[in-house]
């Protein structure tokens, strides 16, 4: 099993307020909001190549327009997080503030770089990962297109 501390170091690293582990009733666990993103079927909405010259800056910049458009990033700056490669952990509780936290610098030591985001209240999720040649970006609800940041 992943130590806790090299998670909570992991996303603290990447620009996020850690603030505990939890275990929250009524909410799904980590396994269950990644399953429909990790399916053969799930279509990206966002799809960044790695060749991309601004790919780490163009992530974290769709990371953040769909986690405040579709209501990942609860009204009080806060999301619970879980990192790919973390086993079994519960959420992560986290904040965020300025400068903006790095959604490209999300990665445990010696693992690719992916994790998903929960709104507080269950409703919205944000998914990072790092594919065999790009980086895909799911969310759900999908923002409307007509939402930019």
Known sequence: MVD???VRKAVA???FTVDDFLEMPGLPTPMAVWQPFILVSATPTVRIPYADPDADVRVDNEW????VHNGTLGADGTMLLAVEGAGQLP??????GDPRPRASAVRL??????FVALSPDGRASTYVSSEEWETWI????????DTSA
């Not at 959420?91 to 965020?96: A, D, I, P, T, Y």
């Open 4 to 6: 806790p501390q090299s």
């Open 138 to 145: 799911f969310a759900s609800p999908t923002p409307s297109a």
């Open 64 to 67: 953040w327009r769909l986690c």
């Open 109 to 114: 030591p010696e693992e690719a770089g992916g």
């Open 91 to 96: 959420w992560l509780r986290v904040r965020v």
């Open 13 to 15: 690293d990447a620009g």
